[in-house]
């Protein structure tokens, strides 16, 4: 039976994880062993934001690898694909990481920097080709330590959706345009950490690229399993997610990659009943805010356009904003363009020949000023 331990987090980090594993009787880490920590640092947040995962659970990891013995330990993360080249080791350095890793004589890693091992015609979810990051092969385990959010595509990004930062940067869109569940699913087929730790430690959780307002969690904790579905779906129902409604969850358990039915799971600690909370989806507070805004093709766009846009469209619901008029926003390829209401088409995916200046944000990805210039004009203040 797979478990699943949540443990509450007061101040020590440290202590925290170190019950999770013993609530799961699991030694990850053999005296020896090559370790790859793969937090989740999309972007250089701040520390204790919810927006990326706390500098303190990664060095708590690292401690407990270095205590177990390993021989190396190595934190490692591929930022997302709209980070621009000069914003990539800032994901280390401006986060705290790159302090853990002096603190304990330890090693970070940006995966761009290094070797991608490359493979072929995997599933019709994956791209022909793509590459995955070599040190997801080289260390003998992977600690994967993301953070609780939700996710405009997927629902929710937890420990296999946080498998996707090791892929290669200019790969990611392309994982976007078939079939972005199963794709990750594929991904953790071929990445299998030896323990998943979800940090869900911030006063507040939100979706990825909205980190205006986050939405109050209650406890701090952490969420720990060596079954990444398992864990996947505990994380789902504490943040008020049925589980069976986020097809990673449901796709990872179809493919034997873990257990989604609760009920099935040993969960230890403290008690999910009494923890879970509400947790409003990006397209439901987009909904509730601007009624007569429509957003398509946000299946086939990759984060490089979503993550800005949505960033910008939730501070203008946070502050109130209204629209002037019906808008359609079109993402993606064969955007669906309408004849009866302005319309704007977001990247380079989304531009058709012909296309008037005035309709388009071009750009791949498109630049988050200009996003965030070109909104403004189809809102009013509150
Ligand atoms: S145009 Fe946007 S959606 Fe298309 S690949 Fe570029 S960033 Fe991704």
Known sequence: MSKVSIVKVEDNYYDAFLRALDDLGEKPVARGDRVLIKPNLYEPKAPDSGDITNPRLVEAAARYCLDAGASRVIIGEGPSYYQSEANLRPCFTQTGISEVAERLGIEWVLFDEHQYRTFQN????????????????????????PVLKTHYQTTVTLAMKNLKGCLKREDKPRFHHK???????????????????????????????????????????????????????????????????????????????????????????????????????????????????????TDKACSGCLIPLLSNLLMLSERNARLKAPLRICLGTEPDIPEDRTYLLVGDCALTRGDEAANCIAGCPPDHEEIHQRLAAFFKPA
């Open 122 to 145: 995997i599933s019709k979810a994956t791209p022909d080709e793509f590459r995955v990051t070599e040190y997801a092969f080289s260390c003998d385990k992977i600690i994967n330590v």
């Open 179 to 297: 079939d972005l569940d199963r794709a990750i699913v594929e991904l953790n087929r071929i990445v299998r950490p030896a323990i998943n730790v979800i940090d869900a430690t911030a006063r507040t959780t939100g979706s990825i690229g909205s980190s205006y307002r986050g939405q109050p969690i209650g406890e701090r904790l952490l969420l720990a399993s060596t079954d990444a579905v398992a864990v996947d779906a505990v994380g789902c129902a504490l943040m008020g997610i049925d589980p069976d409604t986020v097809q990673t969850v449901t796709l990872g358990a179809e493919a034997g990659l873990g257990e989604s039915d609760l009920t099935k799971v040993d969960i230890i600690g403290e008690e999910l009943k009494r923890l879970n909370f509400k947790v409003k989806l990006p397209q439901e507070q987009l909904r509730q805010s601007f009624p007569q805004l429509e957003i398509t093709g």
